[in-house]
């Protein structure tokens, strides 16, 4: 651990700043003299959690804050350009020393970064043999081409180049959101991303078999846009505006990465992997959870056909939800009044690069958080539901994912993931009417095959302190051995199980199976049990790929629903630190799981797998109205009452609703 | 059907006026001179499907408006006074006749009315022999005792009595909204409701077994109050008012019943029965639903001990959503441009006694609707998720239920139900610490024992006309039989099953089970596949109680998760039309889907039964913050893309946001 660092020294849960990158990057660079190196990635090193939490005790119980603070470490994945060789180096930026430098072995991809891909763009589409491909489909003038380069999903265990797929798709107008996805090329070019070659080209299958051709002549089609001033419909003209007005300005204070909110409290944090990540979550003081963060999340696409197998994105460890997050305009992602935060990336040559707005906070009318009549009085008592949005929209070339954690004033967090953007789409000879079984047509010449996202928050919790024990809780009939009669067949109890070795284990929706968080050592006086948060998980189907394809091998926590680990410092990426091309993932969850130690009152970390089984509709295109999913955290047992009863009531002075006298509830006369 | 009726008539979707009350009333007291009759219920009979299409084709189509209509029918449950005999009447009120009264079997119980609720509750609190009960608690002064009258849940085949179960609580202080369901007393005494006999007094069990004791002088514990006014703890003062303004009002228009909004278009029914009743939903003039209500819920609860086991509210059936639904206030339940729609019902005497404000509607702002940006240039199209929320809110002595349907811009319809308000309770003698395992713990002497709510609502489609046909689709792995090779293990399909004969299904969440509903007649031109719409169903545990428990008998609607029957007029209650002290749904849901009929390509009706199992948490008392399930019916091929394009984009000039300049996104210094 660290001397006590002066005060104002940053956090350790805040972002990196850019005069810490241009730091780090100078100490990397003074470590090689006269070596050119590319930077892949310089962010925040993940303090270690025994060393914070003396700070962030001091600072939740209100004690002198001059305790050790670990020291400022800073991460970097990066190559010497003289000889390609991949490094991980860590440095100090408290005494400006290189902790570590690691060479990572040749089979091991990093993450895609902006500079890589702006460039792959560039050689693929300048590339004679791409050129020549372009020019067999005799476009109309006016027409272009561009590419998405895909991270190359491996279906063969010893590939070491790093490989790019490059689908191409025809912009059908010199518009800046002209929608090239819904007329995709039926080649696609494989590069190498270092030598810049060509690997293969590749013809892709377009009707209802494995067979392909040489590019064709383009068969003109109309593209389905979305962009407002391509339709050929107009604008509803009957939506009246819905403003959000906050006179008093919102009920967050902010102050740096710091946020209190309605009795919550923690810190935002960002980096360019997991893009938002919420810190040190109490509640009245009381410990709640000591990390929030999306691992990982994976989707791969059920074409059976070469190279569609290879569609297998890992949108945080393959490029990082920090790289891909949307900088957010006021008034267009929410309403109300919007804090925004910044963060900071770092281009190849090591200089910081702004991301403005990546993350947004907002507070939101939830509807009814509690009411109750009385019955015989009509008298109310009802309680809004005021939520804090926290969130980050994330575009993975064709997708959008908003990522957000919603607070309420009950004690309850949630964690929603909405699907939405534009779906990843391939071509199909569909003039005749053909349909293809994995695929849904959404258009002339376009078809968007069925899908899974499969998401893996990470829940580390620290349930009124940092020994907790994960359990569940299923309803089952009343069981002989109680020995209370049960003549009317009617009694029921809640049945536990203590998850006492560090594992994986299913949900069961037919036993009303809920997981749950708690702490041994601290009891509820009123339920006269530990304290406790529940995890409403969600039941879903798993990856439906077969258990030895490299979809599962990659993504081994997919596998199971429910995941718990011992907490292990830098243990935080379901699938392993390096994704692209990856052949196992086995650097990841299952062994940290499978390690198989005691998770009884100790640092534990939940793990919830859950995914979206998407096969489209045709609704869904040229952009999906969102799909949502949501995983609730609530107290269980954690407070002895309502913990909102002390929000003030819901009424008109305070809410300010206007009647409407449209309309009566009368017969509908005249006009039917 | 009868002749065209002036076009000034109601509408055979609005709900029942005044004057028609006291017309029906005035008809069925002159079909019985001198005798006195005490009615029960007098509403709008449900009009004959095949009598109201002509007029509702009509209508969607702008054509002329002079077809023929049905007639208006009103029903009535009412009583002989002299006799006690039930009967349900049948009232023309274009001619003025009865068209025919029924005498119901003796054992047939109608549904409890408000008027024999408050009766119950005075006979019950003026016995002898309750105040001698109440004397035996010795109270301290200013406290009282007040009563819930419980309909009585049947545990035997051949009562013919009318039976309450009277539930006794200690009113702590005299304050309209003290929670005497913090102080449940240990005995309960059970009233015939016809002679108001006192028929037995329970002793209740209050330890962790089947004994009782005689009623004990009451020991003193605080009560768990919910009433700003009466909590010991300070309001939140840090929460800002959050207005919705609406400064061109709101987007929908009212007509009468008629609502118009974003394409949609439907008629808000009301009866005491469901409640709230949407008819006849079409979008952009395409038929989508012909009729949307809660057919029936059901609460049983868990507790196995004497006389607990009759603990089952059928909220539908038994009182009445239109009974016990909310008038609602202006700025409590709901922001920004609200609508009501008010409602009658008629009391013991025949009279209209007006529910004012009892349905609301309003705008909401639902987040997001879809979002893309093109990466190569951040520019970004959003559009918001703007929603239109028609809502009732119900009261059922402790519990209170929030219902929702809430379309959106993109052809989806939700439907939301909430639960809050008060959890039922029991007393338990727990100044020891004791616990039961059928029941949590709420407060000093109180217990909540776990409970189901089941609900089931009635989903009767008309995808883009009146002849559907439900199936539902699994998403496998590629089958062998298609004969295309997946040499990576990576494909999978839809597979679709359709059910073909009225009867039930299980939800299956192990391959995304998804329900759909089409109709074979009309393709959609971009999928090649008949247009249709998808129920996402809620999958959930089923009844805990045992199959012969009357519990089970009384709901067979709730052992399996969707039914589907072919469409007939007056099948609209799961349970059956009648189900106080009901010891069968006999008359319900499973005699209709049992009829085995084709319902391939006809008019089908669909039922969804889903559950919220509910072991309380403390933090559920002494008013619980929601909880909340929806299902989302949803276009599916309905339309040939996303038809939320062309509403407009989401811009600051539009939305007036405001920049939160507090904090930053720099480093914390000097506050930690």
């Not at 050790?68 to 994945?77: C, D, E, K, W």
């Not at 080209?201 to 389905?224: C, F, G, I, S």
């Not at 130690?597 to 100790?602: G, I, K, L, Q, R």
């Not at 939940?606 to 949502?628: A, G, Q």
Request: glycine content about 6%; charged content about 20%; hydrophobic content about 35%.
């Amino acid at each position: 651990m660290a001397p006590i660092t002066p005060i104002n020294a940053p956090h350790p849960f805040d972002p990196l700043q850019p005069g810490e990158i241009r730091l780090a990057v100078a100490i990397l660079r003074a470590a090689y003299p006269g070596v050119p190196l590319r930077f892949k990635t310089v962010d925040v090193q993940e303090p270690i959690k025994s060393e914070v939490i003396p700070l962030i005790e001091a600072e939740r119980l209100g004690q002198p804050l001059d305790v050790p603070r670990p020291a400022r470490l800073v991460f970097s994945y990066f190559h010497r350009v003289d000889n390609g060789v991949f490094f991980k180096g860590l440095v100090n930026l408290n005494d400006r020393k290189v902790v570590q430098v690691t060479e990572l072995p040749a089979e091991i991809q990093g993450p895609a970064d902006p500079d890589e891909l702006a460039e792959m763009e560039e050689v693929c589409l300048k590339h004679p043999a791409v050129i020549k491909e372009i020019e067999k489909m005799k476009l109309p003038p006016g027409m272009t081409v561009c590419t998405d380069p895909w991270v190359y999903g491996t279906d063969e265990e010893d590939e070491s180049r790093r490989l790019y797929q490059c689908y191409m798709f025809i912009v059908p107008v010199n518009h800046p959101q002209s929608n090239h996805y819904s007329l995709p090329c039926d080649f696609s070019p494989v590069f190498d991303a270092k030598t810049k070659e060509l690997i293969r080209m590749d013809n892709l299958p377009t009707r209802n078999d494995h067979t392909t051709k040489e590019t064709q002549p383009w068969k003109p089609v109309k593209a389905v846009e979305y962009a407002h001033d391509l339709l050929d419909q107009p604008h509803r003209d009957d939506l009246k505006p819905y403003l959000v007005q906050q006179p008093q300005g919102p009920s967050f204070n902010v102050d740096g990465q710091l946020v209190e909110w309605q009795k919550w409290r923690f810190r935002v944090g960002f980096n360019v992997r997991e893009g938002m990540v919420l810190y040190n979550v109490t509640y009245d003081r009381r410990n709640v959870f000591y990390r929030l963060a999306l691992s990982e999340m994976t989707v791969p696409y059920g074409d059976p056909r070469k190279p569609y197998h290879r569609k297998q994105a890992f949108d945080v460890g393959d490029v990082g939800l920090g790289i891909t997050c949307n900088q957010l305009t006021l008034g267009c992602d929410c309403l109300g009044h919007i804090k925004y935060f910044d963060g900071y990336r770092t281009d190849s040559k090591g200089n910081a690069v702004p991301l403005k707005n990546v993350i947004c906070m907002h507070e939101q009318d939830g509807g009814i958080l509690h009411k109750h009549s009385n019955y015989r009085n009509q008298l109310a008592t009802v309680v809004r539901n005021r939520q804090l949005v926290v969130q980050i929209i994330c575009t993975v070339s064709n997708y959008e994912y908003i990522f957000a954690w919603i607070f309420d004033q009950a004690g309850g967090v949630e964690y929603e993931v909405r699907a939405t953007g534009i779906l990843s789409t391939m071509p199909i000879d569909n003039s005749d009417g053909l349909t293809v079984p994995w695929s849904t047509n959404v258009g002339p010449g376009v078809s968007a095959p069925n899908h899974q996202h499969v998401f893996s928050p990470r829940i580390d919790p620290a349930i009124d302190g940092f020994q907790n024990t994960v359990f569940y809780e299923e309803s089952v009939k009343l069981p002989k051995e109680l020995g209370i009669a049960d003549p009317y067949g009617v009694g029921y109890i809640s049945e536990t199980s203590v998850i006492d070795q560090a594992g994986h284990t299913e949900t069961d929706v037919s036993k009303s199976r809920v997981f749950k968080i708690r702490n041994d050592s601290i009891m509820n006086n009123v339920s006269q049990k530990p304290v406790a948060y529940k995890i409403s998980t969600v039941a879903s189907q798993p990856m439906l790929m077969s258990p030895d394809s490299f979809n599962r091998r990659r993504a081994r926590f997919a596998e199971h629903p429910v995941w718990v680990t011992k907490y292990r410092d830098s243990e935080l990426y379901a699938a392993g630190e390096f994704t692209s091309q990856s052949t196992s993932s086995s650097s990841g969850l299952e062994t940290w799981a499978g390690r198989g130690e005691n998770v009884v009152d100790t640092d534990v970390v939940f793990w919830h797998t859950f995914t979206l089984t998407h096969n489209p509709r045709p609704e869904d295109f040229p952009v999906m109205p969102i799909e949502k999913i949501s995983v609730h955290l609530k107290p269980s047992g954690f407070f002895e009452k309502n913990p909102a009863l002390d929000v003030p009531p819901s009424n008109q002075e305070f809410n300010k609703s206007c009647l409407h006298s449209g309309g009566g509830s009368g017969s509908s006369v005249g006009k039917l």
